[in-house]
């Protein structure tokens, strides 16, 4: 069999640049892959952030044309700190500068742009250094072109592409492909149930991709079967599931992990105190103690919220449930900025209620404080294709409280190592805290679930395997077919 050489692509990448849980996944992964002998890449562009961050070497060029005119390519290169993954960052003023383009076209044109110069690149790193990369790992919309672009130039390389977010599609003009020079026709698939001067990307690759997964097998599954409103590429998702192309057809899901070297509460710098499973008694108190006071709260049973101000996730019905429990004589902390309307919200609960804390930032270090002091983490999501931050807590010690879908139902045994409640359902995760602090009440069997959350194995090991596995049988499927 050919040998296992991989590119994965996408938007962002940890430490580099990140905004959300993707960041995460391409660090890991490839960390994890090349820890099990895969030789995996990583590209991504090279954004005004990174390079005035980081100032990495050029170590080549390459030139493409895109809407009839020539664009030149930098190409930036480093490892990955402590690693041997091998990042290459592909730098173009005009497209590739801003990490957030202003508006929805400037993005599609950037991305259309970046998928057409990771093909390009391809080209390049087998004419000048001889490495041919057997599978392409595309991830979310912005890289999802890719699979299209490649099988117009008449590349023959499989692909992967893996959703982490259904909600982002990259709708817009299809104009779009005529900067690529592809023919509307090319992907006359994708008009069906769209207004005729538009394209979705994400769809686009759903189509297109030799293999489509995402990050849990709870939510491949319900992608694969719900007929969202308003969603114009389920029936695509639903075809690929039933109708597809046999055995690997159906939406794939593997589980993600989370790196241990960076959460480890043995190891980790951030938290004011750092413990293990044998010390977790002491090591959660003395975190505790230090965390509220440091936020002006009182010794009392403390639940959190880390995440984005986003609908996703959930809110609304956390709003609501702050309400229902003002009498319980627990502390709430919440941390996280994003929609002003959300924060808003969040904020007039915390004017109302003392015992609600919040700050309306994005700060890793305080994150790291919250997970270690913390009892319980309230993770009251619409949809969560797989989530982080409940393995994160888990291996903290602090016991999510989660609404039961996606990832979030694939990494908590209910009762076990953290409680699981109706999704959508304000009075349900009222319950759901209540018999938590009726868990925490006897001390036997709160123990035994910390310490089950605790030994859960959330490291990316087992997940590795699993993609390695897929990789391989990609390669097997392409050998045997003729097309890609
Ligand atoms: C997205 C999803 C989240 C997932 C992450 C990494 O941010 O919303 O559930 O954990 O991607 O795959």
Not at 474 to 484: E, F, R
Request: charged share 25%.
């Amino acid at each position: 069999m050919k040998d296992l050489k991989i590119i994965i692509t996408g938007y962002e990448a940890a430490p580099f640049y990140k905004r959300g849980g993707l960041g995460d996944v391409m660090e890991s992964l490839p960390k994890a892959l090349v820890g099990i002998g895969v030789e995996a890449r990583v590209v991504i562009p090279y954004y005004n952030d990174i390079k005035e961050k980081y100032h990495f070497g050029k170590v080549g060029e390459f030139a493409v044309s895109f809407g009839l005119k020539t664009e030149h390519l930098g190409i930036y290169s480093s490892v990955l700190p402590n690693t041997k993954v091998l990042f290459y960052f592909l730098q173009n003023r005009k497209y590739l500068s801003l990490s957030r383009a202003k508006n929805k076209t400037k993005r599609m044109v950037q991305f259309a742009f970046f998928d057409l110069a990771v093909v390009s690149f391809i080209n390049y790193l087998g004419k000048n250094h001889k490495w041919h990369p057997t599978v392409i790992h595309c991830n979310d919309w912005h890289t999802a072109l890719i699979p299209l672009i490649l099988k117009k130039m008449g590349l023959k390389i499989s692909t992967i592409l893996t959703i982490h977010n259904l909600l982002y599609q990259g709708r817009g003009s299809l104009k779009v492909l005529d900067l690529l020079d592809i023919k509307d026709q090319e992907a006359k698939a994708l008009k069906r149930g769209m207004p005729a001067s538009e394209m979705n990307v994400l769809g686009e690759g759903i189509i297109h991709a030799t293999r489509v997964s995402t990050v849990s097998p709870s939510y491949a599954k319900e992608i694969a079967q719900t007929k969202h409103d308003h969603n114009p590429i389920s029936p695509f998702l639903i075809e690929r599931e039933h109708e597809g192309l046999g055995k690997y057809g159906k939406i794939i899901g593997i589980l993600n992990g989370i790196d241990y070297d960076v959460w480890d509460p043995a190891k980790d710098e951030l938290i004011f105190h750092k413990f293990d499973i044998n010390s977790w008694k002491v090591g959660k108190k003395d975190n505790k103690d230090d965390l509220l006071k440091s936020l002006g709260l009182e010794n009392r049973p403390t639940f959190c919220f880390v995440g984005r101000m986003a609908t996703q996730k959930g809110l609304g019905i956390l709003i609501e449930t702050i309400k229902r429990i003002a009498h319980l004589n627990i502390n709430l902390i919440i941390l996280g900025s994003g929609d002003l309307r959300i924060e808003a919200n969040v904020l007039k609960m915390a004017e109302k209620f003392p015992w609600v804390k919040t700050e309306l930032l994005y700060s890793e270090e305080l994150a790291h404080k919250i997970y270690a002091g913390s009892d319980f983490i309230v993770i009251p999501s619409r949809y969560e294709p797989c989530g982080l931050i409940q393995m994160i807590a888990m291996r903290y010690g602090t016991i999510p409280i989660a609404s039961k879908t996606g990832g979030l139902k694939d990494s908590i045994a209910n009762g076990k190592n953290g409680l699981l409640f109706q999704k959508g359902k304000s009075i349900r995760l009222k319950k759901a805290i209540r018999h938590a602090l009726n868990i925490q009440k006897d001390s036997v069997r709160y123990e035994k679930m910390v310490e089950r959350a605790m030994r859960t194995d959330f490291s990316w090991k087992k997940s590795a395997v699993l993609y390695k596995k897929l990789y391989e049988d990609m390669i097997k499927s392409t050998l045997t077919s003729t097309s890609v």
